[in-house]
């Protein structure tokens, strides 16, 4: 009996757990095919385009420009006669109103004597003009440029005199001129922390619309002048709309609205603005790529005035574009702001 139990059961325990992972290994590595299974695995996914189908739809074309609130600049105030200033009215920072007086010109013309018949010279007294140099706007004088008995000539600057309004301005990127080929008269201005939006009147769109304030004593030097191709949005701030200089704003220009109109992705069409190409699928899967012409477009979504009918499928990207990287809002394919 001893034994079996130091001998026989120990090594009949180790040949049973042998077996069994024997059998385990056999299951997991050896294991034959079920009788009758011969199926194959084979790959059944496949790799479709993305489509779209051209649908009936509304396009709010809002082109909306980072500005700034910027004071209109200061006014020269000219001499409008040669001679000597006789006195100076105001000071620099001092408020006045359009017409206050700022300061006083004088000249004297000599004129030659009379000779009589028999000889009798008679002196003439010299020719005197004096001239008043008003303001020409309300404001603020900023700078006074002349001092008493100061000789001047027609056209010297007296002083300056800034008015108490101010203009919206900011940087206009180059595909948004495609979307403002109608110019509006006016924008809406929202100013971040400030009052609710407001009409801003007599909008300028292009080259010379944004007004440098310069440096100095004439307004704010770090009022933005357009961007690096001169292409610039302003418009005038309401006398009634308290803002001050500096302050962030956003610009809505309203550039048409088009209701009921067939609309694709702006993704979907090389061009964004007259005429474009599209890529339109086929019932039996296959794309060719069809002139379209285009109208206004959203940033997001164009419409098309001709070359496609509603429900025709198109390709939502145009084949063989880069892809937008992250962040990056413009499409490299349309030009299309695709974060507006």
Known sequence: MRIAKVWVFPILRILIFVAIAAALVKLAFFAAPAAGDDTVTVPTGELVEPQVAVA??????????????????????PATLAGTVTGVDVV?????????????????????PLVAADGTVTERKPI?????????????????????????????????????????????????LYRLVSRPAEGSVAITGGPAPFPCTALAIGTGASSSSGTGESG??????????GQSVSCIVPADVTVFSGLAAKLTIPAGVATDVLTVPLTAVEG????????????????????????????????????????????????GAAAVPQGDCVDPATGADLCS
């Open 56 to 77: 009936v739809g509304t396009i709010t074309n809002d082109v909306v420009v980072d500005a700034t609130v910027v004071a209109d600049p200061a006014t020269p105030v």
């Open 272 to 319: 964004a603005a007259g005429k474009g190409v599209v890529s339109v699928v086929g019932a039996d899967g296959t794309s060719e790529k069809r002139d379209v012409t285009l109208g206004i477009n959203d940033g997001t979504n164009v419409e098309v005035t001709g070359g496609l009918a509603e429900g025709d499928l198109v390709l939502e990207f145009v084949p």
């Open 128 to 176: 005197v003009k004096t001239a008043v140099i008003t303001a020409p706007v309300a404001g603020t004088v900023t700078s006074v440029a002349v001092i008493k008995d100061q000789s001047v000539v027609v056209g010297d600057a007296v002083a300056q005199v800034a008015p108490p309004t101010f203009h919206v301005t900011g940087s206009l990127a180059a595909d948004q």
């Open 92 to 112: 620099k920072g001092q408020a006045v109103a359009a017409g206050d007086r700022l300061a006083t010109l004088r000249s004297e013309t000599p004129q030659e």
């Open 220 to 229: 704010d030097a770090s009022a933005p002048t357009g961007d690096s191709s």
